[in-house]
Nanobody
Framework: EVPLQASGGGSVQLGGSLRLSCVVD????????IGWFRQAPGKEREGVSS?????????YANSVKGRFTVSRDTAKKTTYYLQMNGLKTEDTAVYYC?????????????????????WGHGTQVTVSS
């Protein structure tokens, strides 16, 4: 099991921004996929974004396209970010990062929670109007 640690959640006003971070430690091969997921109260966990470590190819849920950006720290290769801009009240949820090895499928495949094998603890994001 590979430990992941997500951080950066908080409370923001409508239209605000937050950047979540996820540290992935333990994969020997640089051929895995990272997924960002969220779960709002009473709702199922849903995929938000994904990125393949091998080539940086990404995918986004339609609900966040154009507002969220997933990236990898070029210096700290084990750190991934989810930049969230233009936050809406419906973005309020607990956000999780997850990982799976290998990660050579299309990035959109990894928007499915059941494709992930390693999960970090969630971080709460609350958007108020």
């Amino acid at each position: 099991e590979v430990p992941l640690q997500a951080s950066g959640g908080g409370s923001v006003q409508l239209g605000g921004s937050l950047r979540l971070s996820c540290v992935v430690d333990g994969f020997i091969y640089d051929d895995y996929a990272i997924g960002w997921f969220r779960q709002a109260p009473g709702k199922e966990r849903e995929g938000v974004s994904s990125i393949r470590s091998s080539d940086g190819d990404v995918s986004y849920a339609n609900s966040v396209k154009g507002r969220f950006t997933v990236s990898r720290d070029t210096a700290k290769k084990t750190t991934y970010y989810l930049q969230m801009n233009g936050l809406k009240t419906e973005d309020t949820a607990v956000y999780y990062c997850a990982a799976v090895l290998p990660g050579y499928e299309s990035p959109s495949y990894y928007l499915r929670p059941d494709t992930m094998e390693n999960w970090g603890h969630g971080t709460q994001v609350t958007v108020s109007s």
